[in-house]
C-alpha cells in the first residue's frame, strides 16, 4: 500500500531551526512535494525534488533520498509566522500526488 | 503567477440545497483541475481529476451523481454538491496544474468552506 509517515505535532522556538521528517511508501514514485498549510487555508506550494539531495530556497531547504524513501524540510530563522501544518505529499507512478495529515508546527516566541 | 481563485469562500445553506463551486486559473491554462475535500484535522482527500473538455475521473467511493465536475474551458472548472446534506459539510478545496503527466506543482485556491443546516 502507499504510506506516509510525518511526526504530528512539532514545536519549535522563534529564529531557530527545526527539520521535519518524511518517510514514504508509495507504488513507484515520480517526486515529492512539500507544502505549507495555515489553519483554515488551503496548501501552498513550498518544495518539489525529483533527485537526491538538497534543495535550498531561501529559509526554507529539502532534502531526499529516494533509495531510503525519506525526505526532510528544514527551516532555519523561524518566525511566527511559520506557525503552520507541513504536508509532505510524494508522487506515485500514475502522477498521483499521496498526501497524509501532514505535521503541525508550533512556533513559540 | 499561477494563481488560482475560488468561490465562493463560504457556504451555509439548508440541507438539499445544490451549491456550486467555481475554480478558476486566473494567469495561466491549467490542463488539468483537482477537487479535494478536507475534513477538521485530516488529510487531503482527492475527490476527483478534470481535464478540459473530458469527464472527471472520480476517486473510489465518491459519488458522480452528488458531485457533478465540469471542466468547460481551460480556466475553469465547476463542482456542483448536489441537494446537499449536513455529512457534505466541509472544506472543499480546488487545485490546477499545468499538465496531469508532469511534474508541475499544483496550485491551490483558497478553499470553500461548506456547512450544511
Known amino acids: 500500500g502507499q504510506n506516509i509517515d510525518q511526526p504530528t505535532e512539532m514545536t519549535a522556538t522563534e529564529g531557530a531551526i527545526v527539520q521535519i521528517n518524511c518517510t514514504y511508501q508509495t507504488s513507484g514514485f515520480n517526486g515529492l512535494f512539500w507544502y505549507q498549510q495555515h489553519a483554515g487555508e488551503a496548501p501552498t506550494f513550498l518544495s518539489y525534488n525529483v533527485l537526491d539531495g538538497l534543495e535550498e530556497k531561501g529559509r526554507f531547504s529539502s532534502f531526499l533520498s529516494r533509495s531510503k524513501g525519506y525526505s526532510y524540510l528544514l527551516l532555519k530563522e523561524l518566525q511566527m509566522k511559520d506557525s503552520a501544518s507541513y504536508l509532505c505529499a510524494p508522487v506515485d507512478s500514475n502522477y498521483q500526488l499521496i498526501w497524509g495529515a501532514g505535521t503541525k508546527l508550533i512556533i513559540k516566541p | 503567477g499561477a494563481v488560482v481563485s475560488q468561490h465562493p469562500s463560504w457556504v451555509i445553506c439548508k440541507s438539499g440545497t445544490s451549491v456550486k463551486i467555481e475554480c478558476r486559473s486566473l494567469d495561466f491554462q491549467a490542463t488539468t483541475m483537482f477537487w479535494y475535500r478536507q475534513f477538521p484535522k485530516q488529510s487531503l482527500m482527492l475527490m476527483a481529476t478534470?481535464?478540459?473538455?473530458?469527464?472527471?475521473?472520480?476517486e473510489q467511493g465518491v459519488e458522480k451523481d452528488k458531485f457533478l465536475i465540469n471542466h468547460a474551458s481551460l480556466t475553469l472548472s465547476t463542482l456542483t454538491v448536489t441537494s446537499a446534506h449536513p455529512e457534505d459539510s466541509s472544506f472543499y478545496i480546488c487545485s490546477a496544474s499545468l499538465g496531469e503527466w508532469d511534474n508541475q506543482p499544483q496550485h491551490f485556491g483558497d478553499g470553500t468552506r461548506l456547512s450544511i443546516l
Open positions: 478534470s481535464n478540459e473538455g473530458s469527464k472527471a475521473t472520480y
